[in-house]
């Protein structure tokens, strides 16, 4: 884990299984993370404890659900596909990838160059009142993303929470889930789209953010702040260095959970349509950040 403070924010990178074993220390206090009464639902989904939710960080909690949505997703992402569409990059055609229908049927020849790289970064964070099938077809849609993107890219995953009124302050938080030489891990996806990853997991963090980050930060929950209001707390070039957006990547800014793109599949599906069609022009045009907001 690293951390910085400076103007009131406190930013915090970690990698996954950091986030989730720091919440789990056995001197830690939990409050709101750790509310047991079945009142709340609607917003802690259908986890009734923080511990449940630690375990489920491990246990493959919704992965079923998960790969059913992603396959949902694809489906009516493709259906209407009559002909392969060009490759985001290469000049040399992979026959057999075209005889099988593959969308991404150029390849790029090696060269000192290699494949583009982009780092999918998106909120697990949302405000009140989300329902976590939103949640989940938020997760699914990230696994969607990346089997639309195909082979002709690498991709790296992260998650961010960004709130205010935390940690004395403001907060921004990055967490690695898939680094570029990884396949994407579906039950890692899955417990991070449920709702109490965030309002169990996170929540810890800020209940005892004095013993996790440094003694004297305060130990509200704030509130969230997603999408483009990010730029409200943290610009989008502070925020590109903290997550370790390096010469040559992209950033590929991802929707929060209580975006209108994941209120139902279809509404989904074509925005990731969209949202494809708009990372292939920004790779070509070689951006150094692509939004996936308003589509």
Same mark, same amino acid.
């Given at each position: 884990?690293?951390?910085?403070?400076?103007?009131? %924010?406190?930013?915090? /990178?970690?990698?996954?299984?950091?986030?989730?074993?720091?919440?789990?220390?056995?001197?830690?206090?939990?409050?709101?993370?750790?509310? *047991?009464? @079945?009142?709340?639902?609607?917003?802690? @989904?259908?986890?009734? =404890?923080?511990?449940?939710?630690?375990?489920?960080?491990?246990? $493959?909690? @919704?992965?079923?659900?998960? %790969?059913?949505?992603?396959?949902?997703?694809?489906?009516?992402?493709?259906?209407?596909?009559?002909?392969?569409?060009?490759?985001?990059? +290469?000049?040399?055609?992979?026959? @057999? &990838?075209?005889?099988?229908?593959?969308?991404? /049927?150029?390849?790029?020849?090696?060269?000192?160059?290699?494949?583009?790289?982009?780092?999918?970064?998106? =909120?697990?964070?949302?405000?009140?009142?989300?329902? =976590?099938?939103?949640?989940?077809?938020?997760?699914?849609?990230?696994? &969607?993303?990346?089997?639309? %993107? $195909?082979?002709?890219?690498?991709?790296?995953?992260?998650?961010?929470?960004?709130?205010?009124?935390?940690?004395?302050? #403001?907060?921004?938080?990055?967490?690695?889930?898939?680094?570029?030489?990884?396949?994407?891990?579906?039950? *890692?996806?899955?417990?991070?789209?449920?709702?109490?990853?965030?309002?169990?997991? $996170?929540?810890?963090?800020?209940?005892?953010?004095?013993?996790?980050?440094?003694? $004297?930060?305060?130990?509200?929950?704030?509130?969230?702040?997603?999408?483009?209001?990010? /730029?409200?707390?943290?610009?989008?070039?502070?925020?590109?260095?903290?997550?370790?957006?390096?010469? +040559?990547?992209?950033?590929?800014?991802?929707?929060?959970?209580?975006?209108?793109?994941?209120?139902?599949?279809?509404?989904?599906?074509?925005?990731? #349509?969209?949202?494809?069609? #708009?990372?292939?022009?920004?790779?070509? #045009?070689?951006?150094?950040?692509?939004?996936?907001? +308003?589509?």
């Amino acid at each position: 884990m690293r951390y910085e403070i400076k103007n009131k %924010l406190t930013k915090v /990178h970690t990698t996954f299984s950091e986030f989730v074993e720091m919440s789990n220390r056995e001197d830690l206090v939990y409050d709101s993370s750790d509310v *047991r009464t @079945g009142a709340r639902d609607s917003f802690y @989904g259908n986890i009734k =404890s923080y511990q449940e939710m630690y375990d489920a960080c491990y246990n $493959g909690m @919704g992965v079923k659900k998960m %790969l059913k949505a992603r396959a949902d997703l694809n489906d009516l992402v493709n259906h209407e596909v009559e002909e392969p569409r060009k490759a985001i990059v +290469g000049e040399t055609l992979n026959v @057999g &990838a075209y005889c099988s229908g593959n969308p991404y /049927h150029f390849y790029k020849d090696a060269d000192e160059y290699g494949k583009p790289r982009v780092h999918i970064v998106y =909120s697990t964070n949302a405000v009140a009142g989300v329902k =976590s099938t939103q949640f989940t077809r938020h997760g699914a849609s990230i696994c &969607a993303l990346v089997d639309q %993107l $195909g082979e002709q890219v690498d991709v790296k995953i992260s998650l961010y929470i960004t709130n205010r009124w935390v940690f004395s302050g #403001k907060g921004c938080q990055i967490v690695t889930i898939k680094d570029y030489d990884d396949v994407i891990d579906v039950p *890692r996806v899955s417990a991070t789209a449920h709702p109490s990853f965030f309002r169990r997991i $996170g929540f810890a963090w800020f209940e005892n953010a004095d013993k996790l980050i440094q003694k $004297g930060l305060g130990t509200g929950v704030g509130g969230s702040v997603t999408g483009r209001s990010r /730029h409200t707390l943290i610009n989008d070039d502070e925020f590109m260095d903290w997550v370790g957006i390096e010469k +040559g990547e992209m950033m590929i800014d991802f929707p929060a959970p209580d975006e209108y793109q994941f209120k139902d599949d279809e509404y989904t599906a074509d925005w990731l #349509k969209k949202s494809t069609k #708009k990372i292939e022009d920004a790779i070509e #045009k070689e951006s150094r950040i692509c939004e996936l907001f +308003g589509l």
